[in-house]
């Protein structure tokens, strides 16, 4: 950008952490942090769908809270723990929730999977879910075209099955 | 385009007061944001009050409950006391957007968008709730349905910020309700609305009612040739067919892809019965 430009429009210093990994950037103030995401560093595994919250594509945690990374100005989150769907598992050890997705085919063509992942973290984050209405309910913010609901909450009740015996294992 | 993040509320007035150029506020930003996107609006200074710790909480005193202009929808919805003292504020505030958008929308925010179909804001009406709005002038409290004039405008001045909304302590056999009308069960706007808040007497007798519709009309309507309808009744069937019939008659619809006036005006009148039914039974149980 030209120095002309920059002055009229100026950014703003942000520091936080991506994935564990610490960045300190400069933004534009307009900046969401989904363009931050995909544009800026590159990490386009939190999708855009409809840019305008009602889809749920671009689903991220930020402080374990999940939340439409297209709605949130990246200049608001100076110091926050970001959590994308990079930084969750590896194909070789995958996060359970992401196993599970698998393993139920809880997916046709993926493009809302990043999202849904993330949201589910989210929701056993908060723990109000415990029957599968609840799991319809709560993970309504994420549409999926392809139509695979269905294997989608089977595989988070099953997440929170196993979360339940785990936990009376330990009880 | 700069973005400023004040401490203090006074810092928030000022800056808004003294902006050259467009000032926006920015609290859960899920309406902003999209208006921003669309070309609505293109802010000069967006100022974001939420590291202002006061507008952050909600506290329950004497006199009722304040609510921070910066509280998320989500956090009503985890708060036990207001959950039960106003169901149906809390009924309203859970429908907006998706769980996402709910940890950041403000009902404050829902009510300075001035959109005729705002799910928050006909509970807000019916509860009878006031905002507190702090401004270059001072402070002065007013009632929560002269804020919207018409859709997308408020009735506030230049420089003026909406700190709070505040919620009267609950009497005894008091409830409200909410409900909306849309296509899908989730992530739709409302295309009617209705919500209802009724105080009884011990003997189970409507002593107090307030009546409110939601895309009924240019704002949210407050109607209270259907709230004088309930009090002395106890919300029986004759009760209900003449509520219907006054809510039907109050509206001032659009048609549009999402509904004609003469459905708008039908289901109008069908949902007021449904929500006094339920504010009834509530509070016929405190």
Not at chain 2, 95 to 107: E, F, N
Not at chain 2, 255 to 261: A, F, L, N, S, Y
Request: charged fraction near 25%.
């Amino acid at each position: 950008m030209d120095t002309a430009l920059e002055d009229r429009f100026p950014t703003c210093p942000l520091s936080l952490t991506i994935n564990g990994k610490p960045y300190t950037l400069d933004v534009h103030p307009w900046t969401t942090l989904l363009d931050l995401l995909r544009s800026d560093l590159e990490l386009t595994g939190t999708k855009k769908g409809c840019d305008h919250g009602q889809c749920g594509a671009c689903t991220v945690l930020i402080e374990g809270q999940r939340m439409n990374a297209c709605l949130k100005l990246a200049v608001t989150l100076e110091g926050a723990a970001i959590t994308t769907v990079e930084g969750l598992g590896t194909p070789e050890e995958m996060h359970p929730v992401q196993k599970a997705f698998v393993e139920h085919d809880a997916f046709q063509c993926g493009y809302c999977t990043p999202g849904q992942i993330c949201s589910t973290i989210g929701l056993l984050n908060e723990g109000h879910a415990s029957t599968r209405e609840d799991i319809r309910e709560l993970m309504s913010g994420n549409l999926c075209r392809c139509g695979a609901y269905t294997n989608i909450a089977d595989a988070i009740e099953e997440v929170l099955a196993d979360r339940a015996s785990y936990r009376e294992a330990a009880e | 385009m700069r973005y400023i993040r004040p401490s203090s509320l006074e810092d928030a007035v000022g800056l808004l007061a003294n902006a050259s150029g467009k000032a926006a506020i920015l609290a859960g930003g899920s309406d902003l944001l999209v208006r921003m996107k669309g070309g609505f609006i293109e802010p000069d200074v967006i100022i974001d009050i939420k590291a202002i710790d006061a507008l952050g909480r909600i506290i329950e005193n004497d006199d009722g409950f304040v609510i921070g202009a910066a509280v998320p929808c989500a956090v009503l919805g985890e708060n036990t006391a207001l959950r039960n003292a106003w169901p149906g504020v809390v009924e309203g505030a859970r429908l907006i957007g998706s769980k996402q958008v709910q940890g950041r929308c403000t009902i404050v925010g829902n009510l300075c968008n001035a959109s005729p179909a705002a799910d928050s804001v006909p509970a807000l009406v019916a509860a009878g709730a006031r905002a507190l709005v702090r401004g270059p002038a001072g402070s002065r409290t007013i009632a929560v349905e002269t804020i919207p004039v018409g859709p997308g405008k408020t009735s506030l001045a230049p420089g003026e910020i909406i700190e709070a909304i505040l919620l009267d302590k609950r009497q005894r056999h008091s409830g409200d309700a909410y409900q909306r009308f849309t296509p899908r069960t989730e992530m739709d706007i409302a295309v009617v609305s209705a919500a209802v808040n009724l105080t009884l007497n011990d003997q189970g007798v409507v002593e107090k009612a307030r009546v409110a519709l939601g895309a009924a009309a240019p704002t949210v309507l407050l109607v209270e040739e259907a709230a004088d309808i309930l009090v002395g009744s106890r919300v029986d069937d004759g009760a209900l067919e003449r509520l219907a019939e006054a809510c039907s008659a109050a509206c001032r619809p659009i048609d549009d892809k999402r509904g004609t006036v003469e459905f708008r005006k039908k289901v109008a009148g069908v949902l007021a019965k449904r929500v006094a039914l339920t504010a009834y039974q509530r509070a016929g149980q405190k």
